[in-house]
Each structure stands twice: as C-alpha cells, then as structure tokens.
C-alpha cells in the first residue's frame, strides 16, 4: 500500500513537472519502456490468486537445480571462484501489448536455452542475476530470440535489483547512455518466476556483442583473415589464452590497472568462437598502435595521435555518463572497446549496479571527479583539445539529458510505470530494507547509515545524490582544464622538449 501512495503522489509531481519539461529540447532516439508502453486496464475476470502483472512476465523453468554461484574453491589472491555451470531450461515469454500478463496465456516466446547465475559481486546476493542463452531443442546450436522488439540475439542478461533498492538504477543510466551514446544495450522491465517462485522485478539486457542485427553495427569477422572488426572487453582476468591480450600500454605498466584489485585486463569478446591467433594478434597490435600514438609527444597530432585511432566524440560522452553518474567501475572494469574495420574506435556503456554512490564498501563523494586518472583518459585530459570537447559537451547536456528537471520527472515516471510491481517486489523482498534479518546482515553498504530502510528512502537518495552531482559539476567542470596545463604536462608535451 505505501508504494501505491508513492505512485499518487508521483503522478501528481509528473503532471504538475510536465509544463517545465515542455522547454527541454530533448528527442528520443531510442524506446523508453515507461513512456510509451501502451496503458492496460486491471483484469475483472479472475481471482487475485492469479497472478498478473501490466509488465512483460518471464518464467524459467530448469531441469535441474541452478548451480551455485561459486565454487568450493579460491584462487591464490583468496577469491572464491565463480561457478560459470550452466543448466538446461524451458523458457516462457509473455508479452501482451494490450493486455496484462499471466501465467496461464500463451507465450509469445517458448524455447530451450542454458541459464547459470550471472554477475561478479551481485552473486552472493539472496535475488541472483541470470546469464540466458537461447538454444535449439539440443541444446547446442544457439537461436536468435528477441525479447519486447529488442534485437533478436541468444544471448541475454536477466539483471536483479537487490543491493539498487530503487530497482531503476540500471533502467535510468542505460537509457541515458541510449540518448548521448552510439551504442548502448537496450533494456526492458519485467516480473519473474524461476521454478513457479515469484522473484520480483528484474530487467532484461541485451548483452554487448555483434549481431547481425546490429546490437553493435560492426562488419562480420571473416575467420580467413587476419584483420577484423572487433569488440573487446576490460574487466578482471581471464583464464582463456587466445582470448586474452596484453597491449602495450599493459606490457609497459604505463595505464594498466592490472595487480591486487583484479582490474584492467583485456580480453577479446568478438570474434568468438571463430577468433584464430592471426587476428588475435592483429587486434593487440591496433590497439597498442593507439596507446603509442596517445602517449608519445606526438599525442596531439591530428594524424599521428590519438585522433588518427579513436572516435573522439565515444570517449567524450563515455567519461561523461559514467563520471556524472558515479559509475567508476568504469574503465577498470565493465568497459567495452569496439571497432569496426575502416572505422574508428568506440566505447560502450555496462553496469551502473553501483551508480550515483551506491557502492557498498567505500562514499563515492558527488564533490569529486575521478575518471580522468583512468587509464587512457588520464593522457587524453593532457590535451586541451579534448578537454574542450568534453566541457562544451556537458553544457549541451545539461540542457537536456543532464538536466534535473529531466531527470526527475524521467525517476517519477519510471516509478509510475512499474507502479504495484514493486509492492510485489518487495512483498518478496523487503526484508532486504532490515539492518539484520533471520541472523544476517543485510546492510552492504558501509557506513551502515547509508542503508535506505524504505522505497521512500531509496529513491529520496538517488534523487539527493543527483542533485549534489549537478552542483558540483556545474561549479568545477573547468576544473579540468588544469589537467592540460603546461606545468603539469611538462615532462610529456614534446614542444616543451629541447
């Protein structure tokens, strides 16, 4: 009942923003689930003991128990191994456009697929994430599904909001990421049901790889040749060889994050499972040709810097998303470099579980930046060129997608739509909201007075932490320009060099 209030009164805020957002120039390039699903009437024919809900409806059925998340095993460094077993499953899809959804309709999608607990520190929660790939009837041979009229592919990500008590952090970046970026993956709300239990609202996510129906737009590789397109993802270590490469500035220790944090190591996520030792090798040296151009004096030459290699306005809205939104798993981590062949390199967006100062062990502080010492970008910031590029963008998004105006009215909007889905989400789970419950310990985020005790809580946060962003990067974004300072560059900037 209290999250129904919320929705009134959420409501009412929305009508009552709409005449402010009117002088927003912001156009959607991409479909935003709460906005323009179509509006469904409550069901007047069954009983409430029939399940049904106004958002798409996922139920998976496996053949057997799913695998625990880790194994019984840890690595040298003491980390308990991820467990990547995967178990046969009976997949059902209900997604009436006009209609709610039940168990008892008839699917729109029914198939096969292999499923496992998905994630990195997401797994050791109470509500898992789900890795999806559909398959034929034998299992082996992977098919192409599209969920809700997003891009048909076989692989999929089933996100759990536990630790995200607003359950929208990763529905709101994602699509901001949409609207500023190329390329950023789709995402769709829905109810699940694993083995006929209720496991509250996820989202559904397509995964960053190539398709042939663009969720990245990059040519086909040809096994036959060396040179390929390619997308590569940085993250923690990996124990498959061909897929892993080391490029230069990782060999030279130059902007590597590799070492105790288990951070900033490459590994090829296409091609796949035609990727041969040729290409491999073809995809580390274009790569390092880009660190050694970006960090030689010759970094500020259109031709011969960093300028001949990358996409310059990727790298731009990249930090920017990922720096207003606190997202600093960035560039360590959960980062994705693509490139297609004749093209120039680009980035893409993964992971906002901990965005806007939800990280569980550490206060990101709103009054800071922190993405200009990553990797490339604290090389790229040496250029006052590329500085420049970066503060005008953030002054062309703050009319728009940046704006909090914007913002809040897309949050209220978001939490109108989902409406008595989260009453049920948290029917299921609200315990989560205790400091402690049954003997464990549910408060992840450290000190423990951060830990919101109520929906209410979650989203007064989000908001105040978005608040706080904007104040703060509208008062010092100039400060970057320091980055690009001669004093500071002195050692690098080959003017400066006798």
């Known amino acids: 009942m209290k999250y129904k209030i919320l929705s009134i009164v959420i409501i009412l805020s929305i009508l009552l923003g709409a005449f402010g957002l009117q002088n927003l120039d912001v156009r959607k390039n991409r479909y935003h689930q709460h906005q323009e699903a179509l509006p469904k009437t409550a069901c007047t024919?069954?009983?409430?003991?029939?399940?049904?809900?106004?958002?798409?409806?996922?139920?998976?059925?496996?053949?057997?128990?799913?695998?625990?998340?880790?194994?019984?095993?840890?690595?040298?460094?003491?980390?308990?191994?991820?467990?990547?077993?995967?178990?046969?499953?009976?997949?059902?899809y209900f997604d009436s456009e006009i209609e709610n959804n039940h168990l008892t309709d008839t699917p729109v999608v029914r198939e096969r697929a292999l499923i496992r607990i998905r994630g990195a520190s997401s797994r050791k929660y109470d509500k898992p994430g789900y890795l999806i790939k559909f398959k034929e009837a034998d299992l082996v041979t992977g098919k192409k599904v599209s969920l809700s009229?997003?891009?048909?592919?076989?692989?999929?990500?089933?996100?759990?909001?536990f630790l995200d008590k607003t359950l929208i952090r990763n529905y709101l970046c994602y699509n901001l990421a949409g609207e500023i970026m190329d390329c950023a993956p789709n995402v769709r709300f829905c109810e699940a049901f694993v083995n006929g239990e209720y496991m509250g609202v996820y989202l559904i996510v397509e995964k960053v790889?190539?398709?042939?129906?663009?969720?990245?737009?990059?040519?086909?590789?040809?096994?036959?040749?060396?040179?390929?397109?390619?997308?590569?993802?940085?993250?923690?270590?990996?124990?498959?060889?061909?897929?892993?490469?080391?490029?230069?500035?990782?060999?030279?220790?130059?902007?590597?994050?590799?070492?105790?944090?288990?951070?900033?190591?490459?590994?090829?996520?296409?091609?796949?499972?035609?990727?041969?030792?040729?290409?491999?090798?073809?995809?580390?040296?274009?790569?390092?040709?880009?660190?050694?151009?970006?960090?030689?004096?010759?970094?500020?030459?259109?031709?011969?810097?960093?300028?001949?290699?990358?996409?310059?306005?990727?790298?731009?809205n990249y930090f920017l998303i990922n720096e207003f939104t606190l997202n600093y798993d960035a560039m360590g981590l959960s980062t994705f470099l693509y490139r297609d062949l004749g093209g120039k390199m680009k980035l893409c967006v993964w992971d906002f579980n901990s965005a806007f100062d939800?990280?569980?062990?550490?206060?990101?502080?709103?009054?800071?930046?922190?993405?200009?010492?990553?990797?490339?970008?604290?090389?790229?910031?040496?250029?006052?060129?590329?500085?420049?590029?970066?503060?005008?963008?953030?002054?062309?998004?703050?009319?728009?997608?940046?704006?909090?105006?914007?913002?809040?009215?897309?949050?209220?909007?978001?939490?109108?739509?989902?409406?008595?889905?989260i009453d049920r989400n948290y029917d299921k789970w609200g315990y989560s909201f205790c400091s402690t419950y049954n003997g464990v310990v549910y408060d992840y985020l450290y000190p423990r007075e951060r830990n919101p005790r109520n929906y209410e809580e979650a989203i007064d946060q989000l908001k105040t932490c978005i608040s706080q962003r904007i104040r703060h990067m509208d008062t010092h974004i100039d400060r970057l320009y320091t980055l690009c300072h001669d004093s500071l560059n002195k050692s690098i900037n080959y003017q400066e060099v006798n």
Not at 284 to 311: M, P, T, V
Not at 377 to 390: G, M, Q, W
């Open 45 to 92: 024919d069954h009983g409430r003991e029939v399940f049904c809900t106004h958002l798409p409806l996922i139920s998976i059925t496996t053949d057997e128990p799913v695998p625990s998340p880790y194994l019984a095993l840890m690595d040298q460094d003491g980390y308990f191994l991820k467990n990547d077993e995967m178990v046969g499953a009976s997949i059902e």
């Open 149 to 161: 009229g997003m891009t048909a592919d076989s692989e999929w990500a089933l996100h759990g909001p």
């Open 358 to 421: 939800y990280y569980e062990f550490s206060v990101v502080s709103p009054e800071t930046f922190s993405l200009q010492n990553s990797m490339w970008y604290s090389y790229l910031f040496k250029d006052k060129a590329f500085v420049d590029r970066v503060v005008a963008r953030y002054h062309e998004l703050r009319k728009t997608y940046l704006n909090e105006e914007y913002l809040f009215g897309y949050i209220d909007g978001t939490i109108a739509y989902l409406g008595p889905a």
């Open 209 to 316: 790889e190539y398709s042939d129906d663009g969720r990245i737009e990059i040519e086909k590789t040809n096994p036959k040749v060396d040179t390929t397109s390619y997308i590569v993802q940085i993250d923690r270590d990996s124990h498959n060889e061909l897929e892993s490469i080391e490029t230069f500035a990782s060999y030279s220790y130059i902007s590597a994050n590799t070492g105790a944090e288990r951070r900033g190591y490459y590994q090829i996520e296409y091609p796949s499972s035609t990727l041969t030792e040729g290409q491999r090798q073809y995809i580390e040296s274009d790569i390092s040709r880009f660190e050694k151009a970006l960090y030689s004096y010759d970094y500020r030459d259109k031709r011969h810097g960093y300028q001949a290699y990358i996409d310059v306005e990727s790298f731009v």
